[in-house]
């Protein structure tokens, strides 16, 4: 069984931006911008940022992080994106969710420039990707893609089945497979028989939030197996995949952590960088 070492992949895409960004340096004598707005103290969020400005100062990127309190205003926030829309400087902007109850999430994301929304969420990059078109895609499907890719390059009438059809996972995932012409099946928690359905899959990938819900035989042998979720749970962090029962049938699988997680920041980069060049043509 192969190991998807997600570090390991993280790592090198991270090696690869950065001398991407030294190129767009001499050339353009300006480096891509990521700018973050944190609202409040939730611990994981500000854990996420500070990981994101780090990765983002490593690989040579401009970044910026803008922090309120829980009590900012919406209008507040609003404005300030209005003003990094304009703003030359900043090509990627990412607003820190979940938002307090106070604030729209979906004004919020609808606000941002899309061509500067590196999350891929606004409705105009969700729309570019289901149609086939160029697009921000959402960081962590896209890191799953890449992973995938890196097993089996050619996804060409492979069956891939999506446990799991959040806007933010499930759905992108389905979309980026689709568009490898993989034959997709999106489960979700109505879903009759998920076992049935995954021991379908060439390739199936979990983003659900349920510890260990695939398990070991619901996974036909040779199926490349990626484990979006991060659970805490009393035996520490697992994801939505039993790793120990599902590494014995499986071809290749992602571990949690060490993942697919590593490779969603990675991609927030990517993707950032990709808003640069795709203003500078
Ligand atoms: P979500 O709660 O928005 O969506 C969960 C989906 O799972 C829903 O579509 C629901 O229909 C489906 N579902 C629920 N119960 C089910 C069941 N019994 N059978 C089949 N489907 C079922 O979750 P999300 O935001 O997509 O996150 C999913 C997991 O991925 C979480 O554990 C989250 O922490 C993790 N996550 C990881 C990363 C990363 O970087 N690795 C990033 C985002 C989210």
């Not at 609202?39 to 803008?66: C, H, M, W």
């Not at 012409?181 to 939030?209: F, M, P, Q, R, Y």
């Not at 197996?225 to 995949?241: A, F, L, P, S, W």
């Amino acid at each position: 069984m192969i190991l998807i070492d997600g570090k390991k992949a993280a790592a090198e895409l991270r090696a690869e931006l950065k001398e991407e960004v030294a190129e767009l340096k001499s050339k353009h004598n300006k480096v891509p911008g990521l700018t973050v707005i944190l609202i409040g103290d939730l611990t994981p969020s500000q854990i996420y940022v500070r990981n994101k400005e780090k990765s983002a100062n490593e690989v040579g990127l401009k970044s910026e992080v803008i922090k309120y309190p829980d009590s900012v205003e919406e209008k507040t926030v609003l404005e300030k994106i209005q003003e990094l829309n304009s703003d030359e400087t900043v090509s990627g902007i990412l607003v820190q969710l979940p938002l307090p109850k106070h604030i729209d999430k979906q004004k919020v994301i609808e606000a941002i420039d899309p061509s500067k929304d590196v999350d891929g969420f606004h409705p105009m990059n969700v729309g570019n990707l289901s149609s086939g078109y160029e697009s921000s895609i959402p960081c962590t499907p896209l890191g799953c893609y890449l992973l995938i890719k890196k097993i089996e390059p050619n996804l060409s009438g492979k069956k891939a089945v999506v446990v799991g059809r959040s806007n933010l996972n499930g759905k992108p995932m389905t979309q980026l497979l689709l568009k490898e012409n993989c034959t997709v099946t999106i489960t979700h928690s109505k879903t009759k028989d998920l076992k049935a359905e995954c021991l379908e899959a060439d390739i199936i990938v979990a983003a659900v939030g349920i510890p260990e819900l695939v398990r070991g035989d619901w996974v036909k042998k040779d199926a490349i197996v990626i484990d979006v979720g991060i659970n805490k749970t009393d035996n520490g962090i697992v994801g939505d995949v039993h790793f120990d029962e599902v590494s014995k049938n499986a071809r290749a699988l992602t571990p949690v952590p060490g993942g697919v997680g590593p490779m969603t920041i990675a991609c927030l980069l990517k993707n950032t960088i990709d808003c640069f060049k795709r203003s500078q043509i």
